[in-house]
């Protein structure tokens, strides 16, 4: 129940962080996409992402309802799917590259010291 006694509309045990994909199908306009309760943690949404399964992505937004809060983690997620895509040797989907070079910050090389 929450403090003046009327039962909370969050389900108890959910206060974990939610994540939401800001997806864009040109001119039929952009949209937040529907998911699955149980799919909504980081994880699942970066494998989403990496798979495929969103058009144009534009933002991901992450939304605690306990904490009463909620903020764009598109950088985060562009750039852990970089690394991602790196680690593996893989390049990324022609559906995220926008994303991923508008998010992520500039890859840094680093030059080899010669001894």
Known sequence: MGQTGTPSIVPSGI??????V?????R?????READAQ???LENVIA???AGQYSDPLRVVAMNTVEGCARDVSADVASEIRRRADLANEDI???LEEFV???????RHLARRRM
């Open 15 to 20: 206060d974990e962080a939610v994540y939401l």
């Open 22 to 26: 800001l997806d864009c199908f040109g």
């Open 28 to 32: 039929g306009g952009c949209v937040w």
């Open 39 to 41: 799919q909504t943690d």
């Open 48 to 50: 989403d992402l990496m």
């Open 93 to 95: 989907s022609s559906s």
């Open 101 to 107: 070079s508008h998010h992520a910050a500039p890859r």
